[in-house]
């Protein structure tokens, strides 16, 4: 809930700007109030009329408009919010707040703010991919804005890829999460969940049985305990959680470069099952059956993320944590692998058909740190995740 909160929000001008009605609905439902500015290219999108009636308030619009002064300077405005939110943020603003640039009413706002900013980008891919726009956007968190999204999609320039805007609840549940005073606000978080497909060729893969289902229950509760949390999946079974920015990837190699790219981070869950190895060359036609018999595959070890990250000499986050899936000496293969890979915490679980761990709802883990093994019941993979989040948090503090 978000009773009592106020959020600034911020209209840029994007065809996105459609879901900033719905996202007033939502935020007004939970019980927010939504002060709105509109930007001049956001007013091309949806009306001043439609934002004004949906948030049940004056739309600011422009930096010189008198009367607003004298109602409320734009200072005030700035300040008068718990938290200031851009959506959609173009690359434009994202350009603007980048340079702290201050030559309208929203870039003014954004640069006398002393609120929590977040922002959901929404442009179009290669605006996105930019370098310029990545430049900006690393900027932008490095000076503590939280980004939402964008997700991947069918774009309304008919392309395809990064550059929707998060969905009006997604951007709900992350401002929650923000706005809980929980104990990992301010933090920020990877998780890495799901499997990952190596390609054979074009067609086929090689997978393993991981539904994804403890790092989707993990990252759900991160976000909310308040973590800011970057979700790097493979291709999973169950959607990802509100409130996190996805990643999708497909192959190991590609989880390293998305690991890579989230770094630095406060904390980083590995909860990911990612295949040891690759098909060396993957061919790119289809592989054909041929009278001389089988193909030989040839195999090449992927990069080992956990091993990687644990042992950075500079910018390893401060808590790293693995996931160890055994079929027997579970807790003896955990403690060597925490020491081989160079990582704080594993979480070991026995993943026999037998105990119904791998894609079904529960989990019995055992935690194993420099203090020892514990040894947890069997419980839902929710309540691991929850219990996870809060020594995590403990562990931070
Ligand atoms: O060695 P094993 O695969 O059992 O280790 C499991 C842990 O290592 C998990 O946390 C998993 O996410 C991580 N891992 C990884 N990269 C690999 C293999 C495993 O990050 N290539």
Known sequence: MLNGKRILLIIGGGIAAFKALDLI???????????????QAGSEFVTPLSVSALAGMKVYRDLFDLTDEAEMGHIQLSRSADLVLVAPATADLMAKMAQGMANDLASTLLLATDTPVMIAPAMNVRMWDHPATQRNLATLRADGITVIGPNDGDMACGEFGPGRMAEPLEIVAALEGALRAGPLAGKRVLVTSGPTHEPIDPVRYIANRSSGAQGTALGAALAASGAEVVFVTGPADVAPPAGVQVVRVQTAQQMLEAVQAALPCDAAVFAAAVADWRVASASDRKLKKTRDGMPKLDFAENPDILATVSQMTQGR???????????????????????RKGCDWIVANDVSPETGIMGGTENAVHLVSDAGVEDWPRMGKDAVAQELAARIAAALE
């Not at 986050?317 to 020491?339: C, H, M, Q, S, Y």
């Open 25 to 39: 609905r939502r935020l007004r439902e939970r019980g927010a109030s939504v002060t709105p500015v509109l930007t």
């Open 317 to 339: 986050p401060a808590l790293v944590v693995g996931f160890a899936a055994e079929t027997n000496d579970v807790v003896e293969n955990a403690t060597a692998k925490r020491k």
